[in-house]
């Protein structure tokens, strides 16, 4: 291979990865997902690394009682999350197909679960209970504020003393 011909497809090699690496950066920020729950209470909007972006509670959400909606909650954002997951790993596929990287990271995405019925899940799920109060602190009283001691009171300015003393 001559040399002008191994800088041809180096240069190409590298307008296409300077390509794949602009694409990645326009897909991975529209990598969210945004799951709403069986009944229309929870919609869950989570971004590309996970972290939940927004919480939307529905009417019927008002209509649960606490463990409910907690339940509900963390199934749609799991779901949420594993979608976002998803879509990640889409966007790093053409950089990153066959590596050890990929690998990694489709590994780490959680296997779909089974949906249970919505009236199984409630009723397995425990009302939360709430964690006891934090003992009281006592502190020390507070001392009083600190007192000067009196000054002494000036001696009256003798007229005569300005002569030698100007300032």
Avoid at 120 to 146: Q, S, Y
């Amino acid at each position: 291979m001559n040399p002008q011909q191994w800088l041809d497809e180096y240069e190409a090699k590298l307008a296409d990865l300077k390509k794949k690496s602009e694409d990645l950066q326009e897909n991975f920020t529209a990598s969210s997902a945004t799951v709403t729950s069986k009944d229309g209470s929870v919609t869950v909007t989570v971004g590309p690394n996970g972290g939940l972006q927004n919480l939307q509670l529905g009417r019927r959400a008002m209509e649960m009682s606490a463990a409910q909606l907690t339940g509900a909650i963390l199934q749609t954002a799991a779901v949420a999350q594993r979608q976002a997951a998803e879509k990640v790993l889409e966007v790093f596929m053409p950089l990153g197909e066959g590596t050890e990287a990929i690998a990694m990271v489709s590994d780490a995405i959680p296997a779909e679960e089974v949906d249970l019925d919505e009236d199984d899940a409630v009723d397995e799920v425990e009302e939360p209970v709430a964690p006891p109060p934090p003992p009281p602190v006592h502190r020390p009283a507070p001392l009083a504020p600190a007192m000067r001691p009196p000054t002494k009171p000036r001696p009256a300015a003798d007229d005569a003393d300005d002569d030698n003393q100007p300032w």
